[in-house]
């Protein structure tokens, strides 16, 4: 499935709506994203999620493909198909096959319809802390005005690219490593002591308006 070189109908009116889940393991970072990440099920989503974390409910579930040629023919066909999907790719992971899967969430961003793009553990995929790749980039700095909404999650946060944070517009910070205790709080203005007794299911929900202190309840994927 060949990139557009522009996507279609920009709309610089959207929101960002781009969310950033972080935490340690267990901490329940996607949890975050089934529960707060507002995705109707008559939505078009895509996912790059190799451990299957967002199987969806039984009523809506995700179509995974472990070949890239079989996940990008099947990715084309439900966005011709002009009906809601779930389409997830769980093969192997690096981060030229991230750039591929960013280089096909490309392809279908359109101003006028909604676009749903989930990362499970983003750091596996990421090069390193500096700029991220150019389909990366153009997802995390310009989809927004494409009608495309990322969502990802990462256990290590010190390893994904700047400009993850630069272009989120919520970020969920859950249990984190002692040593990024600090950085957090200081970065983004967070209570330290908050977020240092963060257990798990519990988050700090950081915005430009400022920070709230969240508790989840556990769900089933087919309860949500």
């Not at 008559?42 to 996940?71: I, Q």
Request: aromatic fraction near 10%.
């Amino acid at each position: 499935m060949a990139a557009k070189r522009n996507p279609p109908n920009p709309n610089h009116a959207l929101p960002n709506q781009h969310v950033l889940a972080l935490g340690a393991s267990g901490s329940g970072k996607s949890q975050v994203i089934r529960q707060l990440g507002d995705i109707p099920a008559s939505g078009r989503v895509m996912l790059f999620d190799p451990s299957r974390d967002h199987a969806g409910p039984k009523k809506n579930p995700t179509h995974y493909f472990d070949k890239r040629s079989e996940f990008a023919l099947a990715l084309g066909q439900a966005a011709a198909s002009g009906r809601p999907f779930r389409v997830g790719y769980d093969g192997p992971r690096s981060p030229e096959i991230y750039e591929w899967w960013c280089k096909c969430a490309h392809a279908l961003l359109d101003g006028n319809k909604t676009l749903y793009m989930l990362t499970e553990e983003l750091a596996r995929v990421s090069k390193n802390a500096g700029a991220a790749l150019p389909y990366h980039g153009f997802i995390l700095s310009e989809s927004r005005k494409y009608g495309g909404i990322d969502q990802a999650v990462s256990q290590y946060p010190a390893r994904i690219s700047k400009d993850v944070y630069d272009n989120c517009g919520t970020l969920f910070f859950g249990r984190q490593a002692p040593r990024l205790i600090n950085r957090f709080s200081t970065d983004f203005d967070l209570n330290r002591d908050q977020l240092a007794g963060l257990k798990n299911l519990e988050f700090l929900k950081w915005t430009e308006q400022g920070s709230e202190k969240l508790t989840l309840q556990y769900k089933k994927p087919d309860q949500i």
